[in-house]
């Protein structure tokens, strides 16, 4: 279904006596990680700054890139880790993980992080009571790409993904790298040839397989699970999921090995087909202690296209084998994987069938635990970040006005919302409600507008009757 070319930026919805209030940091494209107040009011910005994601530290701190890959030779590479200060100082970078020499360009060490990383003492990269990311010391787990050659996998070139662990000096404490363990995941035969003939190539950008796709990863923390016994959940665990595969597990850091799973098959076992299919999903994290929900699983589970396996009508090859157009956010237990909470178009009321892609972002995307119950989504393709209460109603909705170069996409990879207190360079910001706007009533400036006593001049956007017809003037050609 189509959707309106022509519709507002910036905060369009904000409940002060409903949401948990504070700063939202994204990046806006192509200009730089952006911090706006409940009201949508940019209040600073790192323009030269890339985030991949930028994450907001205690103290007005950010982190984020300062370089990215060519992209011919690499791909989603970013060149460097860095943290800066509200002045954009920087004050502490890593990019020592591979050195890289491109054909025609200058040999450099590269961090090659994407999608994701994480500063000790924040599990997952966001607020939560009692458990504050580290901003003058502390180890970073930092998700980042190797190339490899695995013939059990593919005989082409692979993108790896490589979780690896370095200090505040910099130095490689720990590594993991995905492929290693490409034998403890249950794929199917069909699956197994449909990747080996077509491993997610990125053509264009280095011809490389990108074969699981990872755009998440963050240790469990301490959680009800490992408190009553479960190895499986120990708190330096490390959980992570693959976008191409449909794939969340979590890795014991101990030993390296998975030992916790959902997907590829989501119908290998009633509680799986209960589970329902996860397609692409994006940012699978166990919600932190002190936060409602804490060591539920939360995650945007975009629909979209993935996976591998048996061809279809949608995938001849089997290649992007899975397909729903639609998306939800969903929380669930992971030990009976029973869905605790979600969000989806039928949660947001919309019709089935008929309404599916009003919650629909088949890339990228992102959902936070606030502190009051509330979840914070990035619906990423369309650049919208929303705040929902337990209950579905939204409280907070803000559109990027940001577009970048081509004018076309003003997509958010994720966004996260920070107590006013990590702020301390700005004064506590005073707080306007922003009721919803009455669609049947708003209207755009410069038209006339004709009822049935005859066509009136108007100037404002609201105070029209549903039964209002908007006249535009016509030249003498009538164009």
Same mark, same amino acid.
């Given at each position: 279904? =189509?959707?309106?070319?022509?519709?507002?930026?910036?905060?369009?919805?904000?409940? $002060?006596?409903?949401?948990?209030?504070?700063?939202?940091?994204?990046?806006?494209?192509?200009?730089?990680?952006? &911090?706006?107040?409940?009201?949508?009011?940019?209040?600073?910005?790192? +323009?030269? #700054?890339? =985030?991949?994601?930028?994450?907001?530290?205690?103290g007005?701190?950010?982190?984020?890139?300062?370089?990215?890959?060519?992209?011919?030779?690499?791909?989603?590479?970013?060149?460097?880790?860095?943290?800066?200060?509200?002045?954009?100082n920087?004050?502490?970078?890593?990019?020592?993980?591979?050195?890289?020499e491109?054909?025609?360009?200058?040999?450099?060490?590269?961090?090659?992080?994407?999608?994701?990383? !994480?500063?000790?003492? @924040?599990?997952?990269?966001?607020?939560?009571?009692?458990l504050?990311?580290?901003?003058?010391?502390? %180890?970073?787990?930092?998700?980042?790409?190797? %190339?490899?050659?695995?013939?059990?996998?593919?005989?082409?070139?692979?993108?790896?993904?490589?979780?690896?662990?370095?200090?505040?000096?910099?130095?490689?404490?720990?590594?993991?790298?995905?492929?290693?363990?490409?034998?403890?995941?249950?794929? @199917?035969?069909?699956? +197994?040839?449909?990747?080996?003939?077509n491993?997610?190539l990125?053509?264009?950008?280095?011809?490389?397989?990108?074969?699981?796709?990872?755009?998440?990863?963050?240790?469990?923390?301490p959680?009800?699970?490992?408190?009553?016994?479960?190895?499986?959940?120990?708190?330096?665990?490390?959980?992570?999921?693959? +976008? *191409?595969?449909?794939?969340?597990?979590?890795?014991?850091? /101990?030993?390296?090995k &998975?030992?916790?799973?959902?997907?590829?098959?989501?119908?290998?076992?009633?509680?799986?087909?209960?589970?329902?299919?996860?397609?692409? !999903?994006?940012? /699978?994290?166990?919600?932190?202690?002190? #936060?409602?929900?804490?060591?539920?699983?939360?995650?945007?589970?975009? =629909?979209?296209?993935?996976?591998y396996?048996?061809?279809?009508?949608?995938?001849?090859?089997?290649?992007? %084998?899975?397909?729903?157009?639609?998306?939800?956010?969903?929380?669930?237990?992971?030990?009976?994987?029973?869905?605790?909470? *979600?969000?989806?178009?039928?949660?947001?009321?919309?019709?089935?069938?008929?309404?599916?892609?009003?919650?629909?972002?088949?890339?990228?995307?992102?959902? !936070?635990?606030?502190a %009051?119950?509330?979840? &914070?989504?990035?619906?990423g393709?369309?650049?919208?970040?929303?705040?929902?209460?337990?209950?579905?109603?939204?409280?907070?909705?803000?559109? @990027?006005?940001?577009?970048g170069?081509?004018?076309?996409?003003?997509?958010?990879?994720?966004?996260?919302?920070?107590?006013?207190d990590?702020? $301390?360079?700005?004064? !506590?910001?005073?707080?306007?409600?922003?009721?919803?706007?009455?669609?049947? +009533?708003?209207?755009?400036?410069?038209?006339?507008?004709?009822?049935? *006593?005859?066509?009136?001049?108007?100037?404002?956007?609201?105070?029209?009757?549903?039964?209002?017809?908007?006249?535009?003037?016509?030249?003498?050609? =009538?164009?």
């Open positions: 279904m =189509g959707f309106p070319t022509i519709y507002p930026t910036g905060a369009t919805i904000f409940n $002060p006596a409903k949401t948990w209030s504070g700063y939202t940091l994204f990046m806006a494209r192509e200009t730089g990680p952006t &911090l706006v107040n409940m009201n949508g009011e940019v209040v600073h910005m790192w +323009r030269d #700054l890339q =985030g991949f994601p930028a994450k907001l530290l205690p007005g701190y950010v982190m984020g890139s300062l370089g990215i890959r060519e992209p011919k030779f690499g791909y989603m590479d970013q060149t460097d880790l860095v943290q800066v200060d509200w002045a954009g920087v004050v502490w970078k890593f990019d020592q993980y591979e050195f890289i491109d054909p025609g360009e200058e040999g450099q060490w590269m961090a090659r992080q994407h999608h994701d990383y !994480q500063r000790e003492g @924040s599990p997952v990269g966001y607020y939560a009571p009692e504050e990311p580290c901003t003058d010391q502390g %180890n970073t787990l930092i998700l980042g790409h190797k %190339n490899v050659t695995v013939p059990a996998i593919s005989d082409k070139v692979l993108v790896d993904d490589v979780i690896y662990e370095v200090n505040w000096e910099g130095e490689l404490v720990w590594e993991w790298v995905c492929s290693e363990h490409f034998h403890e995941i249950n794929f @199917s035969e069909n699956a +197994r040839n449909t990747m080996a003939r491993p997610n990125v053509v264009g950008r280095g011809e490389v397989g990108d074969w699981m796709h990872m755009n998440s990863m963050s240790a469990l923390g959680n009800r699970w490992y408190d009553a016994g479960d190895e499986r959940f120990h708190p330096d665990n490390i959980i992570w999921d693959g +976008r *191409q595969t449909n794939i969340m597990a979590i890795i014991d850091k /101990a030993s390296g &998975l030992v916790w799973q959902v997907g590829p098959d989501y119908d290998s076992s009633p509680a799986l087909r209960k589970l329902g299919w996860i397609i692409g !999903q994006h940012h /699978a994290h166990m919600i932190p202690r002190g #936060l409602p929900g804490e060591g539920n699983i939360l995650v945007f589970d975009n =629909g979209g296209f993935a996976g396996g048996i061809s279809n009508p949608g995938a001849p090859t089997g290649h992007n %084998n899975a397909l729903r157009d639609y998306s939800r956010v969903i929380e669930f237990d992971p030990v009976t994987l029973d869905v605790v909470w *979600q969000y989806s178009y039928v949660e947001a009321g919309f019709l089935p069938k008929m309404n599916n892609a009003h919650f629909y972002s088949p890339l990228i995307s992102a959902a !936070q635990r606030l %009051n119950g509330n979840t &914070l989504i990035t619906e393709s369309s650049g919208r970040i929303f705040e929902v209460t337990p209950g579905h109603e939204i409280v907070w909705e803000f559109v @990027s006005p940001y577009y170069r081509d004018g076309i996409c003003n997509y958010v990879y994720r966004a996260y919302r920070v107590p006013y990590w702020v $301390p360079q700005l004064e !506590q910001p005073r707080e306007t409600a922003i009721p919803p706007v009455d669609r049947s +009533r708003f209207r755009v400036p410069g038209c006339q507008w004709q009822e049935e *006593q005859g066509v009136v001049a108007v100037a404002g956007t609201t105070g029209f009757k549903a039964s209002q017809v908007c006249v535009v003037d016509m030249d003498e050609e =009538g164009a």
